[in-house]
């Protein structure tokens, strides 16, 4: 067993050697939003990809959440160790952050080869690529020299230019990016903007995974790319991850598990079956072990679990913003309607978050609250204010229908509402939808799937302005939790109308875009935490978006009797498939 999960707690099942063995059953709608690194965001992916692929740093699963540093900071996971002022990996003006790469970790070719500092390079090259990018870059475009100049090229050259695998490939093989330096094949330079003490949670996340060369071929996150993905983790896939009944996976035997501190391989495999079920449907397999977890997010907890087969964290490590409202700032209908400011605030102050929160008491033990700011509790920058105040939170009706009349739509509006084919998301919906009616706005509902509503719709900025939808109920989880200021703010409302945004309704306030680069510039953590509330509140002024809940970062998850060592990554949302194992006698 390596050293990771020596230190790890086990679960409820005590501390019993892990069993090799099983094939793993997963169950619920909807595949995987995307699969590429490049572009992958999102909790239905980060659950398959963590068996997939790895980083250069990554985080350890934990029960115990309580213990920040343990449970936040990334460890060294292609790295073969943290880099520190001490050891010389971080230079003494914070500026330069060279990685030694672990030996031994090998892509899955024939024959299998060692990752490389090119291969590190080559993944971060086709993040800003145009087809399909990523929704954090600005991440990356604020942090690292020089990135910034490189997705600006990037941008320039595919104007009004079709986008083939021969093209993106010859223009990232042939322009570098002046803060990423690969000094030998296990050694990475990087150079930073400015001192960034959360480079270390950047280069953890998905988006910083290698690439192999292979790649080069491939429009990115393309079905063609998706039959030839290469892993090296300690899990591939089996079958194409395209496959519209089920996903695949098996042991990858190019894996060794003395070059990865993070995973385990102890199944012999995964399969995701691609299926809705009703809750009460599914809860009775998982009972009869026909299913181990919900996939995707049809099941989160029970109202009434048994305690020995769901797993809660021991402590929450923050809050998300979930689920929030998201204004289309780009639609014309209803005569531009969601770009009147008025409007936004009838909607802001009609809105019931009381009853929301009643909706997803289902997931009984998971704290929840009324928020009523972009930056949620235990994030940096969250200070309690609120702007668009109720009586017991419980909407005001009245100043609702008065903003709607003086904005000019005193008789009434229609506006279209995109939502995720899910009873949960339909009951959220159902509720604002009855909030709005009772003030004069009409909701008229256009469904898609859970991986379609994050991964082809919300994401591609052509949907919203060709004004496909007006209002959108998504939920945003802080992409690390401690020193975490840019993990929300940046994402979702800088200046991003790229494919793959996560700024779902394209807000663009220079202001806002200005306050962002003071504050990742300001190196006083005291300093730089006032300048995000007062980023907070400038958002709040614009009202891009109407918080609805603060619903706990981690969740309980109930499991079949036959799982064992259900640990939490929060990252990720659930648990790490990589590391729990199965109870053979319980089949």
Not at 64 to 85: G, N
Not at 363 to 368: A, I, K, R
Not at 545 to 564: D, Q
Request: charged share 25%.
């Amino acid at each position: 067993m390596n050293k990771a999960l020596r230190d790890i707690e086990f679960g409820e099942q005590g501390n019993t050697a892990p069993e090799s063995g099983g094939v793993l059953e997963l169950l619920g709608p909807g595949g995987p939003d995307h699969i590429d690194t490049a572009s992958a965001y999102y909790a239905t992916s980060g659950q398959i990809l963590r068996a997939l692929t790895r980083q250069l740093f990554a985080y350890p699963a934990t029960h115990d959440l309580s213990d920040a540093v343990k449970a936040f900071t990334p460890a060294a996971d292609i790295a073969e160790t943290i880099p520190t002022t001490e050891n010389g990996g971080i230079s003494a003006d914070g500026r330069v952050v060279t990685i030694k790469l672990r030996e031994r970790v090998r892509w899955d070719t024939t024959p299998s080869r060692e990752v490389t500092a090119e291969d590190i390079i080559r993944g971060l090259k086709r993040l800003p690529n145009p087809v399909s990018s990523a929704g954090a870059l600005h991440y990356f475009t604020s942090t690292i020299e020089g990135y910034a100049d490189y997705a600006a090229a990037y941008e320039v050259a595919f104007e009004g230019r079709p986008a083939t695998a021969a093209g993106l490939a010859d223009f990232q093989n042939s322009h570098e990016i002046a803060g990423l330096e690969a000094l030998d094949d296990k050694t990475l330079r990087v150079t930073l903007v400015t001192p960034a003490n959360d480079i270390l949670n950047i280069l953890a996340m998905g988006f910083a995974s290698p690439a192999p060369v292979e790649y080069d071929a491939y429009l990115p996150d393309s079905p063609e790319m998706r039959a030839n993905h290469v892993s090296n983790g300690p899990y591939r896939f089996a079958n194409s991850p395209d496959d519209p009944e089920e996903i695949r996976l098996e042991r990858n035997p190019a894996w060794l598990q003395d070059s990865d501190p993070i995973r385990q391989q102890n199944l012999d495999g995964i399969r995701i079956r691609i299926k809705r079920e009703t809750p009460e449907t599914l809860r009775g397999m998982i009972d009869r072990s026909e299913a181990d977890l919900a996939w995707s997010f049809t099941v989160v907890s029970w109202a009434k679990p048994e305690p020995e087969r769901i797993e809660f964290p021991r402590s929450y490590p923050g809050f998300a913003l979930n689920p929030y409202l998201v204004f289309n700032m780009h639609s014309q209908n209803a005569g531009g309607a969601i770009g009147n400011l008025k409007v936004r605030q009838a909607i802001a102050y009609a809105v019931d978050k009381v009853a929301i929160s009643d909706i997803l008491s289902v997931m009984q033990g998971v704290p929840n609250k009324p928020l009523h700011s972009a930056i949620p509790p235990g994030s940096t920058g969250h200070r309690p204010f609120n702007p668009y105040p109720s009586e017991g939170d419980r909407g005001d009706r009245e100043k609702a229908r008065e903003l709607l009349s003086e904005a000019g739509y005193g008789e009434g509006i229609e506006l279209i509402a995109a939502v995720r084919d899910v009873k949960l998301h339909l009951d959220v919906m159902g509720s604002v939808a009855r909030d709005l009616e009772a003030c004069g706005i009409r909701l008229r509902f256009e469904k898609y799937s859970q991986a379609d509503y994050y991964g082809s719709f919300l994401s591609t900025p052509d949907n919203a302005r060709s004004s496909r939808w007006d209002i959108a109920e998504p939920g945003w989880t802080p992409d690390w939790f401690g020193n975490n200021g840019r993990s929300i703010v940046q994402p979702m409302f800088q200046t991003n109308n790229k494919p793959g945004t996560t700024n779902y309704g394209g807000y663009s306030n220079p202001d806002v875009d200005r306050m962002i680069a003071e504050a990742l510039r300001e190196s006083d953590l005291e300093k730089a935490e006032a300048l995000w509330h007062e980023i907070d509140i400038a958002l709040m002024k614009d009202l891009p978006i109407v918080p609805i809940l603060a619903f706990a970062a981690m969740t309980s998850r109930y499991h079949s009797p036959r799982v064992r060592n259900a640990v939490h990554v929060p990252q990720i949302e659930f648990f790490d498939i990589t590391n729990l194992w199965l109870d053979r006698r319980m089949s």
